[in-house]
């Protein structure tokens, strides 16, 4: 119903609209993962057991609960820090989050992730984005300086979205510090892994 929202605006107006009105057209309409992305999280923050985690963009909490039951499972201790600009859907994520024995384990912070992510203390090992497309470099260029030497990136693709473009070709670029790879779930998944420092 979002999605035909968005749609039906932008050929009213015959052009894309950037960002900010596009997830204003959102609104509460749940924007979840897959599950086999879902899957893919659970996998990546499991095998590098992360005790720190740090999500861009929780909705509802899908992800958010793979992240936690990862750190959970994995490394037996840990955190998340979560965050989410609209507050029902940070009630929802709280909800949601309880009901599946994880809530000990999530900082869930409402608001701009830009100011709520900004004081980060401790080393990150898993940071995953999947808000706004358009602040996913600005996000990650905030979190970068607290990511631990062989930390993981993983961003939730959208199929042909320009404002994707200066995230991929920041991580897609060596000489940023990162080795990436896009896995093909749903409309794809970036994989960057931090390189070390020569």
């Not at 985690?53 to 992800?63: A, D, Q, T």
């Not at 490394?75 to 989410?84: D, F, R, V």
């Not at 497309?133 to 300086?145: C, G, H, K």
């Not at 042909?160 to 000489?175: G, I, K, S």
């Amino acid at each position: 119903m979002a999605k035909q929202r968005v749609q039906a605006r932008e050929a009213e107006l015959g052009s894309r609209l950037s960002q900010a009105p596009r997830y204003e057209l959102y609104g509460e309409a749940p924007l979840a993962i897959r599950r086999d992305v879902g899957e893919l999280l659970y996998v990546l923050a499991m095998s590098r057991r992360a005790c720190r985690v740090v999500e861009f963009g929780s909705s509802l909490g899908i992800s958010t609960i793979f992240l936690a039951a990862a750190i959970r499972d994995g490394a037996g201790a840990g955190s998340l820090i979560t965050t989410e600009m609209l507050p029902s859907k940070v009630q929802a994520a709280h909800r949601h989050l309880t009901e599946a024995g994880l809530e000990d384990l999530v900082e869930l912070r409402a608001g701009d992730a830009l100011h709520t992510l900004a004081d980060l203390a401790e080393p990150v090992d898993l940071l995953f984005l999947d808000g706004r497309n358009d602040l996913y470099l600005p996000i990650l260029r905030l979190v970068e300086p607290r990511l631990a030497p062989d930390a993981l990136v993983a961003a939730d693709l959208n199929t042909e979205d320009p404002d994707l473009l200066p995230y991929l070709e920041h991580v897609r670029d060596p000489d940023h510090g990162y080795f990436s790879i896009e896995i093909p779930l749903d409309a794809g998944v970036e994989i960057s892994a931090r390189l070390p420092t020569r």
